[in-house]
Every structure is written in C-alpha cells, then in structure tokens.
C-alpha cells in the first residue's frame, strides 16, 4: 500500500514532458507484449432442451476475464490473452440450446435483499465464473505446443437469490500444430478449443450434478405432470435419470 | 563433374524415399458397393481422448483428401464440420468409444434427426500419432562480410503408427479395422547450404491407410 502512495507521488513530482515520457515509455512495453484477442465460431449445440426458464448473469470480471503472463527475461515477450468475451459468447450460444428460455440479467439476485426477485418465472439463474487457469505458452515450453486448462466454476440461484447448486468443472484446449500460424493464432486456437469444451462439459453434465438433479427432481414433483428430460439421457457414460 | 554431381542427387533422391510401411488390415464386413455410390457420406475423425497424445488433425485431412482424390464418388465430410453439427457429442472429452454408444446418442431425437440429414453412413476413427525417435550430429552455421555458411550433419527418425477402425452408423456396429505403421530416416548435411532429405514418413501412413480404406469403401478398388 505505502509503495503505491510512493509511487504515484513521484509520478506527480515529474515534468509534464518527463511524465509524457513515462507514458510514452508505458505504452512501448505494452505494445511489446503479444497481445490476443481470443475470437471464435461457437457452434449451437444439438440436444433435448430442458423445459426451464433460465437467467444467466455474467459479472463484469468474467466479461473482462484476461491473463497475463510477464516475461522471466529479455528474451522473452509478455503475453496478454483475453478470453472474455470469447466466453460470454460461447455461453450466449450453448444455453439456449440447453434451454427453453434464456434471460440475460443485469444484476444477480441476492437473498439478503428482498426487493431484488428479477424475474418470478424464471426456475434458476445460473452465474459462471473462471475459477482457476493454467497455460503453456511458447516461453514456457520452447516448442510449438499451447495449452489452456480453465476451472469454472457455476452458480445457480433460485429467483430470490437462495443458493441451489454451486459446482466446479474443468475445461482444456490445445493446439497440436503451430506449422502455418502464428503463435497469437495458436494460442487463440487453444483457448477456442478450451471454451468448446467447457461448453461440451457443461452441457452434457449439467444435469448429472447431485445438486441440480435434486432441485430438477423437486421442480418435477412441484411441476406434476411436466417431464424434465435428462439432458445428459444419451451420453455414453450414464444412463437416464 | 557433371556425372558425380548427378550420382550426388541420385543417391539424395534415393534417401529421401526410405521409409518404410506396413499396413495390416482386419475386415469384419464390407460394404455392398452401390451402399456408397450414393448419396451417402463418411466422415474421418481423430481420435484425442489420451491425455499423452492427439492424433493430428493434418493426417486426418490428409487421408479424406486421399480417399477423395482417388475416388470422386465418396463423399468425405470434414472433421471440423461434422464436429460443429453435431456439437456437443463428438468432442474429445465426450466422443463416443464404443459402436454401441451411438445407440445411445441415437436415443436423442436432435441427433438422430442431425445424422439423418447429414447422411453419414460410415464413421473411421484415427488413433495414432507420428514421433520423432530421436536424432544425431550437429551443425554449424556462421555469417561473416564474405557470405554466410553451415557446416555439418543432422539426422533424426521419425515413426508413424496409426489404426482406424470403421463404424457402421446403421447396423451401429464395428466393421472394420485397419492400421499402418511407418518409419525412416530423414538427413540434414550441409556443406554451405544445409541440403534437408526428408522422409515422408507420415505421408506414407496416410497413403498406405488411405489406400486400405479405399479397399473398402470403393467399388473401384
């Protein structure tokens, strides 16, 4: 805390032509950094959708969701991949797959504030979040391989904000071949393929969490009548719920 | 001079086809041959489930477009395309493993009617990858006001070893298996310029596999 007051003081002592040189310096070394854009085609996916009504809330950190990764030595460059709203679109186009109705929300319910029910017909809202990422990058490894493994980890909250199911799942993507590409290409191809399988992992398991089996068997039950399939029916793993 | 030089590029155009190749081939039942002059298509895919290996996605065009070359008739779908049609289900981390798991993938109507309209009528699976097996000598290269140069030696050995296996969409049954393995010696002398004699070690599985897989699917062959 004390080094940043330090920091910013001698920013302000400086001359306005030593201060353009500063910037001017700051935005070389940010420039210097490989920089990525993570951009992609997502594909609709093909299943049973399930008979609900879901908001979903992407918080501002994972629509701005990045990493950085600093240079151990000069040799080496910086790395900034942004994955944010690769992701946002990935999931802007699976859960209407996976669901009747989907609903982008502004705001998350909370159960600590009545007033705040957003929408009575809604059956759940479910809030992604990047829990962990680990990558391999060329500075890394030496050798044309690019690796992203992400941990999500996904909320779903009922309509006035009590906690129904919190779970975590994996996620990983690589490139096998950087021959023809460059390695902002590659790269950018490893977090696609890291984001379509988070897609496909969230897709076929979500109805296989215990928590989210339960809450679907009670909407079931409270429903009466009303068949919820399993989305995750014809997996290879598992048979029907 | 002219005759040495020319025995020179002989002996390089000699090394550059030692590879060596060994198909092997296990038929359950073949197709009828009119079952694949139609409409119908087949499509390839690589299998990447390990956690230790992928196959390559190269190889894996590298044999549609060998089939396809050979035989206009067959209709080979893209590995990619088919993946984004039928996105979730043939993804590494959810592709099925077994022919009686399209069963249960068939049980999903979206699916079924997605494979109905895609008229696939064969599926061939790759598992396999090509290695590099280890390599020797050394090089040197040096820049200086007269001109720049390498001096020295390199070679390095590469193995290809790939199986398809063939599902039957209909029947949803296993009815084929085939596999390739491949290896040579690739060298890299330089005498000034580095001269590289590359074994096309996986060229040669693709075209030994492609070739087995036309023995199947065409009527031609």
Known sequence: MSGSTTSVSAFCAVTPIGRALLLLAAALLTACANQVEVKGQFPTPVLDRLPLKIGVYYDPEFRAHEFFDEADSREETDWIVRTGQAQVEMYNTLLPGMFDQVVLLNELPRDDRVDTVIDEDLDAVLVPHVQELQYSIPNHTKINVFEIWMRYRYELYAPDGELLAEWSMTSYGKTPTAFLQTAEAAVNMAAVVALRDAGANFAMNFARVPEVRTWMDELRQARSGTTIPDLGAASPEEDTL | ?221
Request: hydrophobic content about 35%; some cysteine; overall charge negative.
């Open chain 2, 1 to 221: 001079m002219t005759s040495k030089t020319a025995a020179t590029l002989l002996a390089l155009g000699l090394l550059q086809g030692c590879v060596t190749s060994t198909v092997d081939e296990v038929l359950y039942q073949g197709p009828e041959a009119e079952d694949l002059v139609g409409d119908a298509s087949i499509v390839i895919m690589g299998r990447r489930h390990a956690s230790d290996y992928e196959t390559e996605p190269d190889f894996i065009q590298c044999v549609g477009k060998h089939i396809q070359r050979r035989d206009e008739t067959i209709t080979v779908m893209s590995e990619l395309e088919f993946m984004n049609q039928l996105y979730p289900w043939f993804e590494p981390r959810t592709a099925p493993l077994r022919p009686a798991d399209i069963k249960r993938m068939m049980d999903v109507p979206p699916v079924r009617d997605k494979l109905a309209e895609l008229n696939t009528e064969y599926m061939v699976w790759i598992d396999g990858e090509t290695v590099r097996t280890g390599g020797a000598g050394s090089m040197t290269c040096g820049i200086g006001p007269g001109g720049a140069g390498c001096f020295g030696f390199g070679t390095w050995g590469n193995d290809s070893n790939y199986e398809a296996t063939i599902w039957d969409f209909t029947d949803q049954e296993e009815v084929g298996r085939m596999s390739t393995q491949a290896s040579g010696q690739s060298y890299m002398p330089a005498v000034v310029v580095p001269i590289p004699i590359i074994a096309p070690v996986q060229g040669t599985a693709c075209d030994g596999l492609g070739d087995q897989l036309l023995e199947f699917f065409s009527a031609e062959y």
